[in-house]
């Protein structure tokens, strides 16, 4: 999501996923018009075009970025450094190389100090009051769930097993592996819930069909209890949530929607199929309101109503940018998003508005932390808030092998305190 290297917007129409043409049919139309223009060095169109395609995704930095370009090519320096400051000013840093017209903005008086700002953003910033550390390096760890007792469960992306370790445990113990790769777990009474795709980085991907389900484990043994999935095969659960009743919420990234089971169902509905949805990826139920907060990677926030399925576009009120959020997690008058779709990459926490409907205050919490490689994952734990720090999707080529670098960290979880909110 956030490779934004100038070649690729001459096949930005390829970049569209069929997916996303159900969901944003208007993206879509944008970037077709915005390859061809680059093509025909029609700076306006250009322009034009990438603007539109900015208004269906708000959370792209791969189109802000161009968009700045266009800017420039199109003739108006003035406007392309107004966009580069908001950047700037949202925290962001954005990699302006790979084309002439990138170095004429950079030699504009006004550049360097705004350069000097996105280098301030760059910066580490906090430091996790505890570090707990495992030598498995060959997990590509994506979910993370504590029980009431506190110990930690793992879930492997590369080899499908789930793992567990006590407090006071130095080493993770396998209970159980999944049917594909375990993209997120969580935990409710005797019963672990997983969200399962054979696809990507999978070890055993391309073995069989693909494919995309939940499972439930006992808890405590591993033995599987069941297994349901969806039943076509366009389908990827990024993250999944459990009602304290058994019903099951899961959001599908590669057809952006948000399934529903009921208690002891057998299939996986759809409960919410939004034309605004592009890429969902993090879910955080809140019961006692009944709503269901989805962080899309390109759109933004939603709030949907559970018991109506109407869904909501949170305001952002705050000015942030709130693209390039993955792990989302409710905490107080408020919600705690891992931005990895973001430069830098860092934890946030979006404060929210008496009715949840738009996001009022935005604090970054962790950024560019020494020995993170990725984070995606994380699970409030009382006043701690406990992460993934290394994925290492970075270390995993687009065919799921292991690249050369960057080099494959140790499953790290970092802990963030947290202030009452």
């Known amino acids: 999501m956030n490779k934004l290297m100038i070649a690729a917007i001459a096949a930005a129409a390829s970049l569209a996923a069929p997916a996303m043409a159900q969901g ?33 995704a708000p959370g792209s930095l791969y189109v802000y970025r161009n968009r700045i370009l266009a800017k420039m090519l199109n003739g108006e320096p003035e406007e392309a450094l107004a966009l580069v400051e908001k950047a700037a000013d949202q925290g962001l840093t954005l990699n302006l190389a790979g084309h002439p017209a990138f170095d004429d903005l950079k030699a504009l008086p006004a550049y360097e100090a705004i350069a000097a700002k996105m280098e301030a953003n760059s910066a580490a910033l906090g430091a996790p009051s505890s570090i707990r550390e495992f030598g498995d390096t060959d997990l590509l760890p994506e ?65 069989e069909d693909a494919f995309a389900s939940v499972m439930a484990f006992n808890a405590k043994s591993g033995a599987p209890v069941r297994e349901v999935r969806v039943a076509e095969p366009d389908a990827m659960l990024g993250d999944l949530e459990v009602a304290k009743d058994g019903t099951v919420y ?11 089971m009921a208690p002891d169902g057998e299939t996986l509905d759809v409960f919410s199929g939004d034309p605004r949805f592009a890429n969902p990826q993090g879910i955080a139920l809140d019961e006692k309101a009944g709503k269901l907060y989805m962080a899309d990677y390109l759109a933004g926030l939603f709030v949907i109503d559970t018991a109506t399925g109407d869904v909501t576009q949170l305001r952002n009120d705050a000015d942030a940018w709130i693209g390039g959020i993955d792990g989302l997690y409710l905490y107080g008058a408020g919600l705690i998003g891992i931005q990895n779709g973001s430069t830098p990459q860092r934890i946030v926490y979006m404060g929210l508005n008496d009715d949840r409907t ?22 409030v734990a009382g006043k701690e808030f406990r992460y993934i720090a290394t ?10 092998a292991v690249k050369d670098e960057p080099a494959l960290q140790p499953l790290r979880i970092m802990t963030l305190p947290l202030e009452s909110k």
């Open 24 to 56: 944003l049919s208007g993206y879509r139309a944008a970037m077709e018009r915005a390859a061809a223009a680059f093509q025909a060095e029609d700076w306006a169109a250009l322009d034009a075009a990438l603007s539109n395609a900015q208004i269906s």
């Open 143 to 207: 979910a993370i769930a504590y029980d009431r007792k506190g110990a930690l469960y793992i879930g492997s992306v590369r080899s499908g097993a789930i793992l567990r370790a006590g407090k006071k445990d130095d080493e993770l113990t396998l209970i159980s592996h999944a049917s594909g790769g375990v993209f997120d777990i969580e935990i409710r009474g005797d019963r672990l819930w997983a969200a399962v795709n054979n696809q990507l980085a999978y070890e055993k991907a391309g073995a």
């Open 250 to 260: 899961a959001s599908d990234s590669i057809t952006p929607r948000i399934f529903r």
């Open 358 to 379: 738009a996001i009022t205050s935005f604090i970054t919490m962790h950024r560019s932390l020494n020995g993170w490689n990725e984070p995606t994952h994380g699970a």
């Open 391 to 400: 994925s290492n999707w970075p270390s995993y080529g687009d065919n799921g």
